[in-house]
């Protein structure tokens, strides 16, 4: 299986300012065939599923705000936010799909700080 | 808009069978480009793909190893709906159950998901 490990485990960050957390898996990703990260980010808020955020490692879902991008190939990729706004507290788990068992990793939980 | 309602109960006995259904509203279980998912969600386990069924030329099934042994997914065309089931269930099993469509890309469409308990 490959294994998916998320930094860090929580981010505290001001209204306005940068967020940024990591995921890395434990081999890669990339599909030599379609030159496609199969990896994506998910926003989960209490109560509710998990949330399509970017796909391919760097699309953005239809309608997502653009302050949200993703970024990385291989095995290292990167979620950004670029000016955290209150409704972006949640926790955000990467997801690979390249190959069955897909895998999440364990969630960076983001707060206002 | 694709949307997903599942069904089933929440309290399951130790060593019973664990029982869900994921109904589709805006696409169709045969969809030649779809699968159908069931992933679970817990504290200790955090979020874990347990498997899937889709339509190619015929239906085929993937199952996580960690379930294979007491998992089945089976579609069901007349209903345009799928189930899993997992057996011999055991406190550990307890979590949020979600269904999901694997779209174009990955994960796009989720159920509400479903709390079950695993005790007596």
């Known amino acids: 299986d490959i294994v998916m490990t998320q930094s860090p485990e929580s981010l505290a960050v001001s209204l306005g300012e940068r967020a940024t957390f990591n995921c890395k898996s434990s081999?890669?990703?990339?599909?030599?065939?379609?030159?496609?990260?199969?990896l994506a980010w998910y926003q989960q808020k209490p109560g509710q599923p998990p949330k399509l955020l970017i796909y391919?490692?760097?699309t953005r879902e239809s309608g997502l705000p653009d302050r949200f991008s993703g970024s990385g190939s291989g095995t290292d990729f990167t979620l950004t936010i670029s000016s955290l706004q209150a409704e972006d507290v949640a926790v955000y788990y990467c997801l690979q799909y390249y190959s069955t068992p897909w895998t999440f990793g364990q969630g960076t939980k983001v707060e206002i700080k | 808009q694709v949307q997903l309602q599942q069904s089933g109960p929440g309290l399951v006995k130790p060593s019973q069978t664990l029982s869900l259904t994921c109904a589709i509203s805006g696409d169709s279980v045969s969809s030649n480009s779809a699968t159908w998912n069931w992933i679970r969600q817990s504290p200790s386990r955090g979020l874990e793909w347990l498997g899937r069924t889709y339509l190619r030329s015929k239906w085929y099934n993937d199952y996580a190893p960690s379930v294979r042994s007491r998992i089945t997914i089976n579609p069901d065309t007349s209903k345009n709906q799928f189930s899993l089931q997992l057996n011999f269930v055991s406190p550990e099993d307890t979590a949020v159950y979600y269904c999901?469509?694997?779209?174009?890309?990955?994960?796009?469409?989720w159920g509400q998901g479903t709390l079950v308990t695993v005790s007596s």
């Open positions: 391919w490692a760097s």
């Open positions: 081999q890669s990703v990339l599909y030599s065939s379609d030159n496609k990260n199969y």
């Open positions: 999901a469509r694997r779209g174009a890309a990955t994960l796009d469409y």
